[in-house]
C-alpha cells in the first residue's frame, strides 16, 4: 500500500480531544467524539485523494471541530422563516397552527387529558367524541371522524367499503399528489380492485354506468387539487354521480384533498369545492386533510354517511391509523375557531396570510424594506408586486396578488445569497426571480422582520 508520510502527521483522536479550545465547551463528549473523529476521518480522505496537501494545524481542526460539533447539537427539525410566499408549502409543514391551537397542544402535552375519558361519569370515553359532534356542526354531515392524514382517511375508506370488491374511477382523476404518491396506489393498497373508466380528458356518466358489475362497491371521485385540465375536458359532476349512486346502491366517496370547511359564502374570497357542498351535492363520504385550507394540525377527516362511517370506526386500521392527542388537540381547538367564520379567517394563520389584501401586504413590504435599506445601505432593494399560490395542491386555479422585497446584490451572486440565506440557524427561505431575491412578506411574520434584515445584511 502507498503510504502518504502526510497521513503519519494527522493528530490522533485524543490528542485533538485534550485541546484547550474544545474542553472549555458545553458540547457532550460524545458529540466532541463523534465531531473530531468525523472532522478526521475527512481529513485522511482529503490527503489520500490528494484534495489537500498538508495537515492543517491543530487550532484550525479544532474549529473545524467545533463547527461539527455545532451542527451535531443543533436540532435537525427546526423552524425556518417562510418567504416563498406559499402559506401552505408542503417542504415546509404546511399550516401553522392558531393561537388556541397551540395552547391546546401545550396543555394536552404537559400533563394528562380526557382523551379517553369521560369526567362526568368517572369512566372509559372516546378519543372521536372530542371532534366528531364539532365536525357534524360544521359540515352538516351525519357522522365524522379524523385519522393520521387524508392519504389514510383514503386508505381507511377504501378499505372498509370496498374490501376486495371494485373502484370505478374516472382515468381523469387518478392523481399524484406530490413526492410520487399516486391515489390508485393508495387505492390498491386498500385491497379494492381499480376500474378505470373515461379518457384522460373526458368522462361520461355512461362510462360509470357500463362499468357497473354485481362486484362494484364505491364510486370515488377524486379532486384534481394540484392541476386542472383545461380545454376540451369534463368530468361528471358529483350531483350526477350520486343520483347514479342512490340508484344503483353505491356509496360516491370524494377525495377532496384540500377541504375548505365552511360554506363559499363564507369566506372573504371565492373557494370551491367546499365539504358542506360536496354533502349536499350528495357524496356519501368526503375526506380532506386538516393541514390544508382547513389550517389545522397534519390529520385526515373523513365525514358523511354515519352507516359508512360506523363501520370504519370499527375497522382494525382505525386504531392503525388513528390521530395520536397532540394532533387531536389542535384539530379541536381549530374547529371551535370555526363557529365564527370571522374570527376563523383572522385567528387561523393559514386563511389570514391567505386572505391578507393587497395594501395591507404592500405596507407590510415597505415595512421589511425600509429595515433591510436601514441595515444594508447602497444596495437596491425595492417593493415589487407579485403573484403567489396556495400550494400543498391547495386552490390550484388561482393566484393571489402579494407584495415582496426584491434585493440585487453586487459583491455576491444571487445564487450565493440565496444560499446563505438558507444556512443560517434559522434558515431564511427565498425564492429568485430576473436575478433578484425575492422576499414574499405574505407568508412572513411581522415579528420575523428585523431576524430577517439583520440575515440579509450578514449575507450580503
Ligand atoms: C393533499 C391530497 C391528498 C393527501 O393528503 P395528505 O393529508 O397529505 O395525506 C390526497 N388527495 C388529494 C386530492 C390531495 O390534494
Do not use: W
Not at 444594508?376 to 422585497?405: H, I, K, M
Amino acid at each position: 500500500m502507498p503510504s502518504n508520510p502526510l497521513l503519519r502527521q494527522i493528530p490522533k483522536v485524543d490528542e485533538l480531544l485534550r485541546q484547550p479550545a474544545l474542553l472549555q465547551q458545553q458540547y457532550h463528549h460524545s458529540v466532541l467524539l463523534q465531531a473530531v473523529r468525523a472532522e478526521l476521518d475527512s481529513l485522511r480522505a482529503k490527503l489520500i485523494a490528494g484534495e489537500c496537501n498538508e495537515v492543517p494545524s491543530t487550532e484550525c481542526l479544532s474549529n473545524a471541530v467545533l463547527a461539527r460539533a455545532n451542527c451535531l447539537s443543533t436540532m435537525s427539525l427546526r423552524r425556518v422563516i417562510n418567504a416563498t410566499g406559499i402559506v401552505l408549502h408542503t417542504n415546509l409543514g404546511r399550516a401553522p397552527l392558531s393561537k388556541s391551537a397551540l395552547q391546546a397542544v401545550y396543555d394536552a402535552a404537559s400533563g394528562y387529558s380526557t382523551l379517553e375519558y369521560d369526567a362526568e361519569k368517572g369512566a372509559r370515553g372516546n378519543r372521536g367524541e372530542h371532534i366528531e359532534p364539532l365536525l357534524c356542526e360544521l359540515t352538516g354531515a351525519q357522522a365524522a371522524m379524523a385519522v393520521n392524514n387524508n392519504a389514510a382517511a383514503i386508505l381507511l375508506t377504501l378499505s372498509t367499503l370496498a374490501n376486495n370488491r371494485e373502484i370505478i374511477v374516472s382515468r381523469g382523476e387518478l392523481v399524484e399528489i406530490g413526492d410520487s404518491f399516486r391515489v390508485p396506489d393508495i387505492m390498491e393498497q386498500s385491497g379494492g380492485r381499480l376500474v378505470e373508466v373515461g379518457a384522460t380528458n373526458k368522462t361520461h356518466l355512461r362510462d360509470y354506468v357500463n362499468a357497473i358489475t354485481d362486484q362494484t362497491a364505491v364510486f370515488l371521485k377524486v379532486h384534481t387539487s394540484n392541476y386542472k385540465i383545461i380545454g376540451f375536458s369534463g368530468d361528471v359532476p358529483l350531483t350526477e354521480l350520486a343520483k347514479l349512486g342512490k340508484q344503483r346502491n353505491i356509496p360516491v366517496v370524494y377525495d377532496l384533498g384540500s377541504g375548505a370547511l365552511l360554506d363559499e359564502h363564507a369566506y372573504p374570497i371565492s373557494i370551491e369545492p367546499t365539504v358542506p357542498q360536496a354533502l349536499r351535492d350528495g357524496a356519501d363520504i368526503v375526506t380532506f386533510s386538516g393541514d390544508k385550507l382547513l389550517g389545522g394540525p397534519q390529520a385526515g377527516i373523513i365525514v358523511g354517511s354515519a352507516e359508512c362511517i360506523n363501520r370504519m370506526k370499527r375497522s382494525p386500521l382505525a386504531r392503525a391509523l388513528r390521530l395520536d392527542k397532540l394532533s387531536l388537540a389542535a384539530l379541536e381547538a381549530t374547529l371551535h375557531l370555526y363557529r365564527d367564520p370571522v374570527q376563523a379567517c383572522k385567528e387561523i394563520p393559514a386563511l389570514r396570510m391567505l386572505f391578507a389584501d393587497i395594501a395591507t401586504l404592500t405596507e407590510k413590504a415597505q415595512l421589511l424594506c425600509q429595515k433591510i435599506l436601514d441595515n444594508c445601505p447602497g444596495y437596491t432593494v425595492e417593493v415589487v408586486r407579485q403573484q403567489r399560490q396556495a400550494g400543498g395542491g391547495s386552490l390550484p386555479a388561482q393566484v393571489f396578488p402579494t407584495a415582496a422585497v426584491a434585493i440585487a446584490p453586487y459583491k455576491i451572486t444571487v445564487t450565493q445569497l440565496e444560499q446563505k440565506l438558507r444556512a443560517f440557524e434559522t434558515p431564511i427561505i427565498a425564492r429568485i426571480s430576473e436575478n433578484r431575491l425575492l422576499l414574499d412578506v405574505s407568508t412572513i411574520d411581522e415579528h420575523e422582520f428585523d431576524l430577517v434584515a439583520q440575515g440579509v445584511a450578514n449575507a450580503l
